[in-house]
């Protein structure tokens, strides 16, 4: 069901100038900046724009954000009653599309305008707990749903499909490969999944270490897919040429790697939940590398970037952060 809100009903444009905390990292190169954002918000993912700025899920504020760089100040976007949005990612049409889960529904938001349009699921497919969304190159949008689903909604039609997950429920980040390819991780069902982008049907990959909680998963330019291990503390590979898979335990002991992202360089991130760092992997060298984040217990559920730059929602502290290389 397709549902269009006014620009005029749907925008909050107040613009919030604040602070931005900056803190040099470590010989890496990097240099870590924070950004606050509204208090409560609860910033859980961002998605940088094409124009510079970086957009951002406000879950507690039931509203999609955009943070300036430059300036340091925000606005919001109010998507209605009940809306809890989880992930956002940037579509092939410019726009940020979200994945909400207390709207139970897709939204995109056009920049420009600040309309809201909603994609709701389904009858019968309420509760479905969405969280991340990425879009295939044919320009279809796949999502998850942590309950026990992931779907596709073709924004050219309307028409949205939902599947019932292997295992029930944990689907939880979704990602693209350089060929198409789209997979998905099971939290709960700790398996990632490559999805037929035809028929929808999924075929299960499990990683070597059993009940190792994959969480987010990220592609890099050679079609490997990178796994983070909650439960375990580890980092996860996988190789569609070889169909094999590896593992590396991350230097801290205590670690829980919650989000994967790979740069442009084919450096591998991770963000380090129990250490309150983001960890930095060369995968030539097998090397890891801690960058401390500069507030404590900042909770940080998911990175995205661009060249040269690797932003954070720092859930607990009502910031965004970004690394960037000198």
């Excluded at 044919?138 to 039609?157: A, K």
Aim: charge should be neutral; glycine fraction near 12%; aromatic fraction near 10%.
């Amino acid at each position: 069901m397709k549902g269009t809100i006014a620009a005029a009903a749907a925008a909050i444009a107040t613009a919030l100038a604040w602070g931005a905390n900056l803190q040099a990292a470590s010989s890496a190169g990097y240099v870590l900046q924070e950004f606050p954002v509204p208090p409560r918000s609860h910033p859980h993912d961002v998605a940088p724009a094409p124009d510079g700025g970086v957009w951002y899920t406000a879950q507690v504020g039931a509203a999609l954000g955009y943070l300036d760089p430059a300036t340091g100040r925000t606005r919001e976007i109010k998507l209605g009653a009940g809306s809890a949005p989880h992930g956002v990612v940037v579509g092939p049409d410019g726009a940020p599309w979200i994945t909400d889960g207390g709207l139970n529904a897709i939204v995109r938001v056009d920049p420009k305008t600040n309309s809201v349009t909603r994609f709701s699921l389904p009858r019968g497919r309420e509760g479905a707990n969405l969280n991340t969304a990425t879009f295939d190159h044919r320009g279809v949008l796949w999502f998850t749903g942590q309950s026990g689903v992931y779907g596709r909604l073709d924004p050219s039609t309307g028409k949205l499909d939902v599947f019932d997950a292997p295992r029930g429920r944990g689907p939880y980040g979704i990602c693209t490969a350089p060929d198409g390819s789209v997979y998905f991780a099971s939290l709960a069902g700790s398996f990632v999944a490559r999805l037929d982008t035809t028929s929808g049907g999924a075929t299960l990959l499990d990683p070597p270490t059993a009940h190792q909680g994959a969480r987010r998963v990220w592609a890099d330019s050679k079609g490997r897919i990178w796994v983070s291990e909650w439960n375990v503390g580890q980092l996860g590979v996988y190789d569609p040429a070889s169909s094999r898979w590896h593992e590396w335990r991350l230097p801290s002991g205590d670690a829980q790697p919650y989000a994967v992202y790979v740069d442009d360089q084919n450096i591998i991130w991770l963000s380090d939940f129990a250490g309150n760092a983001l960890v930095r992997f060369d995968p030539a060298l097998e090397t890891f590398e801690r960058f401390p984040l500069p507030t404590p217990q900042a909770a940080v559920r998911q990175l995205l970037g661009r060249p040269g730059e690797v932003w954070g929602a720092e859930s607990g502290t009502d910031k965004l952060v970004v690394a960037r290389r000198r």
